[in-house]
């Protein structure tokens, strides 16, 4: 691919883009369950499109010079925080979304710890169900990540674990509130309780649950305390293009007050060029998807939420009780809101996912972990609710499908040979070897570029077979053939 001599028309740049998307999965309509959030009100969309237009250029960098950037946020901030507890001391920030958030709050208790108790590497104490954004932010910002094992059958969070691993290093605990992998909440006054007495720092991963959780409440849902009401909470974090259904990027991070997000802040003087002062980890950015995010929020209102968490809500019981029928499908755990999780012990959830997917739906696919297993995902929105019967009339059909296959002696055989391999004793050569193995290798059989077949379930069954280091660094090594430009047309002759 290289730069067109001359500029192309607007009508062909727009159809170039649409044949480009056009294996892209479908973003409404309610097929889709993960990754996408999908309110159900294409006006919401068509709002939301506008403002993120009207403010495109803006840029975030300096508030100074776009000061319209720096009301819109703190009106966002203030929304946000009202509706997790806050009072008038919670301050916050805006960012692009909750993997930043979260490492945001790890990097502010890091810092906090050394300014209090001197350099030195620091601990994140984490359940075992904690975002992998924490293991992120523990490996960009240095931190010694220490995992603990979570309840075996709720998947809550173990208080007494929890409590046995921090120690004189801990700079941060972290609770969610729920977690992704089974959509349960850990016990955070539990947590909080524990935190708070030696003095460390708490924060709550409410990425994606902080913004239904109040409104589920509201409906009869028995959802614990898990906001800034709980004394302890230090910080939390929210996704707004989840539940509150604003266009990606969009999330905040909160903190009891200003003392505390000090500890966030970057300021660079040092240097021959402009004064550098960042709230996020980002510097110059649009302020597209702020404008965005508070054009929704006073779009929708609160009665437009409360109408749309109904929905979302009797789309995951209808969901759960849909499973609870189909033979051999558990949800594992009690969710109380909108995130399900269902194993198959007799079956391979992999080839349920990719039944669904040959019946036009997408679910997702959790590789086992510890005391979780290999089990499908479901991410209800509020337009599931039109679709949701359907749906499981499908997923019934693909668990029957997947119960007929049948799984040959060799094929246990290398999954169980997987789990005994050393990753450290791996080469590069290896790893191209087992890519070109899972079906993951050149396009056209010369190694030129890799491709995702249009069947997953045996790449999902190696990859659950393997050790989680290994899997880590296969993906790495697919993902960094995956991303390669493709090699310029060759000139025309003559």
């Not at 995010?293 to 009797?314: K, N, S």
Request: with cysteine.
């Amino acid at each position: 691919m290289t730069l067109p001599t001359s500029g192309l028309p607007r009508e062909d740049v727009f159809a170039r883009l649409a044949d480009i998307r056009a294996h892209d999965l479908d973003t409404r309509g309610g097929r889709t369950w993960a990754y996408v959030y999908d309110s159900g009100r294409a006006e919401v969309d068509e709002v939301a499109g506008q403002a993120y237009l009207a403010f495109l250029h803006e840029n975030g960098l300096d508030p100074t010079v776009f000061p319209s950037v720096l009301h819109l946020e703190n009106d966002v901030v203030a929304i946000a925080a009202a509706h997790l507890g806050g009072d008038e001391h919670t301050v916050g920030s805006f960012t692009s979304g909750g993997t930043e958030s979260c490492m945001l709050a790890v990097k502010a208790a890091r810092d906090r710890f050394r300014e209090r108790h001197g350099a030195g590497r620091t601990r994140i104490v984490l359940p075992d169900t904690a975002h992998a954004a924490f293991s992120k932010a523990a490996h960009y910002f240095d931190l010694e990540e220490v995992r603990v094992p979570v309840d075996p059958v709720t998947f809550r969070a173990d208080v007494d674990a929890v409590a046995g691993a921090i120690d004189a290093r801990t700079a941060i605990v972290v609770g969610s509130a729920p977690q992704y992998a089974h959509g349960v909440v850990d016990p955070i006054e539990e947590l909080a309780s524990v935190t708070a007495q030696r003095d460390v720092w708490f924060h709550v991963d409410a990425c994606i649950g902080g913004w239904l959780l109040p409104y589920a409440r509201r409906l009869g849902v028995e959802v614990p305390a898990f906001d800034f009401t709980v004394p302890g909470v230090t910080s939390m974090s929210m996704d707004l293009h989840k539940y509150a259904y604003c266009p990606k990027g969009a999330s905040v991070v909160l903190y009891r007050d200003a003392e505390l997000r000090r500890h966030q802040l970057y300021a660079c003087a040092d240097w021959s060029g402009y004064t550098v002062i960042n709230t996020t980890m980002q510097s110059t950015k649009s302020a597209g998807p702020l404008a965005a995010a508070w054009a929704t929020l006073h779009f929708v209102g609160d009665d437009g939420y409360l109408d749309i968490a109904r929905r979302t809500q009797q789309a995951t019981r209808r969901l759960v009780d849909g499973i609870a029928v189909i033979d051999g499908l558990e949800v594992l755990g009690d969710p109380p809101m909108s995130l399900v999780a269902a194993q198959a012990p007799d079956f391979s959830v992999f080839e349920v996912v990719d039944e669904m997917k040959r019946r036009g739906w997408y679910v997702q696919p959790q590789l086992a972990h510890r005391g979780s297993p290999a089990n499908v995902h479901f991410s209800v929105t509020a337009s599931s609710a039109d679709v949701v019967d359907a749906m499981l009339d499908d997923l019934a059909a693909s668990c029957e499908a997947a119960r007929r296959i049948e799984v040959g002696d060799d094929t246990r055989q290398f999954l169980a040979a997987l789990s005994g391999l050393d990753p450290d004793a791996f080469t590069p050569e290896m790893y191209a070897g087992m890519l070109q193995a899972a079906g993951l290798g050149g396009r056209d059989g010369s190694g030129g570029g890799v491709g995702l077949p249009e069947d997953m379930a045996s790449i999902n069954a190696m990859l659950n077979a393997l050790p989680p280091a290994l899997r880590e660094k296969l993906l790495v090594a697919f993902l960094n053939e995956l991303f390669r430009p493709a090699a310029p047309a060759p000139a025309p002759a003559g």
